[in-house]
């Protein structure tokens, strides 16, 4: 249920760490990663973690960026789906597996794939991506920011 106002202000009250939030995020789009693999990990996140609000804006860049709507619309199914390469497939399992920690780490299977397609700097860059969207998509399912 979203409503025209979060639950709190919270960019007002937590103002700094709402900014250091905006800081880290454009960081990670500053970082390795191309722009459309770094949306896909966000949308894809955002689905496991039910954000309305980053669906609807992950999802709007990537159509954004031209990207086939049957990928879209088999993301959830990513690992059925035949519009991923491995690469994609990599960082959706690596996303999948860091945001459904388990009683322990990620499994060395999920490490090694991601591992077969990145180097050191793709995989610390991604592994923070994922880290900061589930921070937001913290923020937009517990306090309810507004759809735009």
Not at 46 to 63: E, P
Not at 108 to 119: M, S, T, V
Request: glycine share 6%; net charge neutral.
């Amino acid at each position: 249920m979203h409503t025209p106002f979060p639950r709190v202000p919270y960019t007002r009250l937590a103002a700094d760490a709402f900014k250091a939030l905006q800081a880290t995020s454009q960081a990670v789009h500053a970082g390795s990663l191309e722009h459309a693999l770094l949306e896909l990990v966000f949308l894809r996140v955002s689905q496991i973690n039910g954000c309305a609000y980053c669906m609807d804006m992950h999802a709007t860049a990537l159509r954004g960026a031209g990207v086939e709507p049957r990928k879209l619309d088999t993301l959830a199914a990513w690992h059925e789906s035949r519009f991923f390469d491995a690469r994609e497939r990599a960082a959706l399992g690596w996303a999948d597996a860091l945001t459904r920690l388990p009683a322990a780490a990620p499994s060395e299977a999920a490490y090694q794939a991601l591992a077969a397609h990145f180097d050191e700097k793709g995989i610390s860059d991604l592994s923070m991506a994922i880290a900061v969207i589930n921070a937001w998509n913290r923020l937009g399912t517990g306090l309810l920011p507004p759809l735009p």
